[in-house]
């Protein structure tokens, strides 16, 4: 059974991990929730709940207005070809989580080890980062160094790597006739 925002945060609590927790309406989408992370300090996220070919499942934090070059990203995160995204009931069977409410927080319910955290190096650039409690109506602040001892307390190596930016195509050069 997955755990409440309240257990979460408990088991912060537990673990000496101070948190700024923060309510308002629900939001699911970066943009959606531009209004609510003006008021609330530090950094944000957007999540991405992948595969990989092999099966194997990873959830690639990031700062909220990163652009993700998902082409590309396998490659940053040892994935095997091209990822693309779990399905709603990997999510609720893997993180307990719904779409919409995607959080590094839900490797708390991910007891089996099989999802791979992956933390993006331009949001780790920040002291204070910020993630949904597993409900998109709450908004936890920790500080970045708190973030990967949670992870590890849960059983989880994050990693932290600089994900690659989309390549930026050049326009083709105008053709004049001579």
Do not use: Y
């Not at 910020?130 to 970045?144: D, E, I, Q």
């Amino acid at each position: 059974m997955p755990l409440s925002p309240q257990e979460l945060l408990a088991t912060l609590d537990r673990l000496g991990i101070p948190a700024e927790t923060f309510e308002h309406e629900p939001v699911f989408t970066v943009a959606e929730s531009r209004p609510v992370k003006a008021r609330i300090p530090g950094a944000h996220s957007k999540n991405l709940f992948v595969k990989d070919k092999k099966g194997r499942f990873f959830l690639i934090t990031a700062k909220d207005e990163t652009a993700i070059d998902l082409k590309r990203v396998h490659e940053a995160i040892g994935a095997s070809g091209r990822l693309s995204f779990g399905s709603a009931e990997q999510l609720r069977e893997f993180l307990g989580v719904e779409p919409g409410s995607v959080t590094p927080f839900a490797i708390i319910n991910d007891t089996e080890g099989r999802v791979t955290l992956i933390l993006d190096a331009n949001l780790m650039d920040h002291e204070r980062v910020n993630f949904h409690p597993l409900v998109n109506s709450m908004t936890t602040g920790v500080s970045r160094d708190d973030l990967v001892r949670f992870a590890k307390a849960t059983g989880h190596e994050p990693r932290i790597i600089r994900l690659p930016a989309p390549a930026v195509q050049e326009e083709e050069p105008e053709r004049v006739a001579v």
